[in-house]
């Protein structure tokens, strides 16, 4: 992989390899380190994980058809759309290099923030965050909403909470999802211009409403628009639980999305990869689901 991380280095303008092996945590918090770091380490271990290589510059072979349908929470829409075959490793990192410093740019013009929602009724929870002028960024499902605003509406918020709800302040840059993150949607379009797609060769699921896209070219402004539109992960989990998925393997870094699926995808096989040692098991995991239709979903959490 090392020839790999060189070109994907040189592509983001990051030492990815310095970044997700000696830098420290201050460094890797910038937004624009952050999300092209996450996705190299998610294409590296889908890499390792789905097969071969199917061409010299990317990692991915052209058809994981043990594959039946993949997703990725927020920046792993990325990863989600090279897994499919919609964009080329290169072209997914290129781009998503382009969203981080476009969203660290936006983020440094306003005080903005992001407060996770933990428990309370769901309705409860939507209204106080409607009434504080904030808006549901990230709605996980199994009881976690995201907030997002200014910090002044946070601070409102947190004086007066949902009933039976925890409040937990995030450590993010601003407000994603929100209309604060607008300059960095125009800026992420104009960087998404000419990059050839193809559709999608495994069911790909969409943060903004959990549909299946078949369109490749819709999917790509589909990544653009959800820099300032909610990702709605709750509609992402029905519909695998519609698709009646077997197994769920979560990407480095991993854990976040295997936990909230053990409260709402029950009675299915998780692994989250956090480790090398993880990547064997994984493989072994998709041949095991490969004879159920539909068998398992690859996804990552941004």
């Known amino acids: 992989m090392a020839d790999t991380f060189a070109a994907w280095s040189e592509v983001t303008g990051l030492d990815l390899v310095r970044y997700g092996t000696t830098a420290d945590a201050d460094e890797i918090r910038d937004t624009a380190v952050a999300q092209p770091l996450l996705v190299s380490a998610g294409l590296a271990a889908a890499s390792a994980v789905l097969g071969p290589l199917s061409a010299p510059e990317s990692p991915l072979p052209a058809s994981p058809t043990l594959v039946d349908a993949t997703a990725g929470h927020s920046v792993g829409e990325f990863t989600a759309a090279a897994i499919a075959g919609v964009l080329s490793p290169k072209d997914a990192l290129a781009l998503v290099a382009e969203r981080g410093r476009g969203m660290a740019?936006?983020?440094?013009?306003?005080?903005?923030?992001?407060?996770?929602?933990?428990?309370?009724?769901?309705?409860?929870?939507?209204?106080?965050?409607?009434?504080?002028?904030?808006?549901?960024?990230?709605?996980?499902?199994?009881?976690?909403?995201?907030?997002?605003?200014?910090?002044?509406?946070?601070?409102?918020?947190?004086?007066?909470?949902?009933?039976?709800?925890?409040?937990?302040?995030?450590?993010?840059?601003?407000?994603?999802?929100?209309?604060?993150?607008?300059?960095?949607?125009?800026?992420?379009?104009?960087?998404?211009?000419?990059?050839?797609?193809?559709?999608?060769?495994?069911?790909?699921?969409s943060n903004a409403d959990g549909a299946v896209v078949e369109s490749g070219s819709e999917y790509l402004e589909r990544l653009v628009a959800q820099i300032s539109s909610p990702v709605r992960w709750d509609a992402c989990t029905q519909t695998l639980a519609d698709l009646g998925v077997t197994a769920l393997i979560e990407l480095t870094p991993a854990g976040t999305l295997t936990g909230l699926a053990k409260r709402a995808l029950r009675g299915i096989e998780l692994l989250a990869v956090k480790t090398p040692d993880d990547l064997e098991r994984a493989g072994a995991l998709i041949k095991e689901h490969a004879g159920t239709t539909p068998s398992a979903s690859v996804q990552q959490e941004g």
């Open 105 to 205: 740019d936006a983020a440094a013009r306003s005080e903005t923030g992001m407060t996770a929602v933990l428990g309370g009724k769901r309705e409860d929870v939507l209204a106080a965050i409607e009434v504080a002028g904030l808006t549901p960024a990230n709605d996980n499902g199994s009881g976690q909403i995201v907030a997002a605003g200014t910090t002044a509406q946070l601070a409102a918020f947190a004086e007066n909470p949902p009933e039976r709800a925890r409040l937990r302040p995030l450590s993010v840059a601003g407000a994603f999802h929100t209309e604060h993150m607008a300059p960095a949607v125009e800026r992420v379009r104009t960087a998404a211009q000419g990059l050839s797609t193809t559709d999608p060769s495994v069911r790909l699921l």
